[in-house]
């Protein structure tokens, strides 16, 4: 399994990005999905996590209303659409296939969940 985010770059403060989630060797329909982050000199967090049915999200209070998590199964892609972005949205964001998905959280469970390579979101003033 080949995971990869992409599509992050520099952006100013009160723009848009898009990151894509792909997988080559894995289905990712109908399997939870998670975008976590992580700052320099900060722990990593989950952002923003869909369960498997689609019928469970989780995001957190940081991004909500600002961020939002579509599939397209044509593609076999996961996208994590993020407006209004703040310098603290500075990260490397990655996407995590079967984190646990609760209401309250989003959790990466080892060795079920499974890591791809991050992309570096960059949000200037």
């Known amino acids: 399994v080949q995971l990869q985010a992409s599509g992050g770059g520099l952006v100013q403060a009160g723009g848009s990005l898009r990151l894509s989630c792909s997988a080559s060797g894995f289905i990712l329909d109908a399997i939870a999905i998670g975008w976590f982050r992580q700052a320099p000199g900060k722990e990593r967090e989950a952002v923003l996590c869909?369960?498997?049915?689609?019928?469970?999200?989780y995001y957190s209070q940081s991004v909500l209303g600002r961020f939002s998590i579509s599939r397209d199964r044509a593609k076999n892609m996961v996208y994590l659409h993020m407006d209004s972005l703040k310098r603290d949205d500075t990260a490397v964001y990655y996407c995590?296939?079967?984190?646990?998905?609760?209401?309250?959280?989003?959790?990466?469970?080892?060795?079920?969940?499974?890591w791809g390579q991050g992309t570096l979101v960059t949000v200037s003033s």
């Open positions: 869909i369960n498997g049915g689609d019928s469970l999200q």
């Open positions: 995590v296939i079967d984190p646990v998905v609760r209401g309250y959280g989003c959790y990466d469970a080892p060795g079920d969940s499974y």
